[in-house]
T-cell receptor
Framework: AQKITQTQPGMFVQEKEAVTLDCTYD???????LFWYKQPSSGEMIFLIY??????QNATEGRYSLNFQKARKSANLVISASQLGDSAMYFC??????????FGTGTRLTVIP | GAVVSQHPSWVICKSGTSVKIECRSL??????MFWYRQFPKQSLMLMAT?????????EQGVEKDKFLINHASLTLSTLTVTSAHPEDSSFYIC???????????FGPGTRLTVT
């Protein structure tokens, strides 16, 4: 079984500052993938970044980077230079061999001007 | 990029009626589609996995006779909420898995309100 834990229900960050959103996971599968999605108030799920369990380097996509610590089973999302448009819900998810995505409870990020 | 559409984007129906939600992959073929439900201020919960040409696989606690899923083609999956009740009011999101890939492409969601 897979489990995703996001312990921060809400986070605030000053515009232009960096912020880290926490995610820990648990799985018995040796091969898995970790995703971060952004969900604005409109409801759509926007893919941000992906990290494979065998990837040696941390994934980066523009202002998004994933701090992957496999031994600690954590996959924190770092957003650099926060923008007002970054205010949204952020979900961490784990993908297993069954092709299913299991989502965490999410973190609501608010960027303060 | 891969685009997934959902129709309708929102629907209001009376208790006891049935509602059909369509999920289409617009520019790719999706052998597998997923249906999620999201209650207000909660996370997405997988309801069922839909494979083209075969019966859907439902998650524990999801009534297959109430939530009918049909994946008749490689670009279309439908979810029918039968005999809807107010507690079925939720945000329903589909996603599609492109062949051989691991990334799920999400539709924009359908907000269902049952009165």
């Amino acid at each position: 079984a897979q489990k995703i834990t996001q312990t921060q229900p809400g986070m605030f960050v000053q515009e232009k500052e960096a912020v880290t959103l926490d995610c820990t996971y648990d799985t018995s599968d040796p091969s898995y993938g970790l995703f971060w999605y952004k969900q604005p108030s409109s409801g759509e799920m926007i893919f941000l970044i992906y990290q494979g369990s065998y990837d040696q380097q941390n994934a980066t996509e523009g202002r998004y980077s994933l701090n992957f610590q496999k031994a600690r089973k954590s996959a924190n999302l770092v957003i650099s230079a926060s923008q007002l448009g970054d205010s949204a819900m952020y979900f961490c998810a784990i993908f297993s061999g069954a092709n299913n995505l299991f989502f965490g409870t999410g973190t609501r990020l608010t960027v303060i001007p | 990029g891969a685009v997934v559409s959902q129709h309708p984007s929102w629907v209001i129906c009376k208790s006891g009626t049935s509602v059909k939600i369509e999920c289409r992959s617009l520019d790719f073929q999706a052998t597998t589609m997923f249906w999620y439900r999201q209650f207000p201020k909660q996370s997405l919960m997988l309801m069922a996995t839909s494979n083209e040409g075969s019966k859907a696989t439902y998650e524990q606690g999801v009534e297959k006779d109430k939530f009918l899923i049909n994946h008749a083609s490689l670009t279309l999956s439908t979810l029918t909420v039968t005999s809807a009740h107010p507690e079925d009011s939720s945000f329903y999101i589909c996603s599609a898995l492109a062949g051989g890939g691991y990334e799920q492409y999400f539709g924009p969601g359908t907000r269902l309100t049952v009165t």
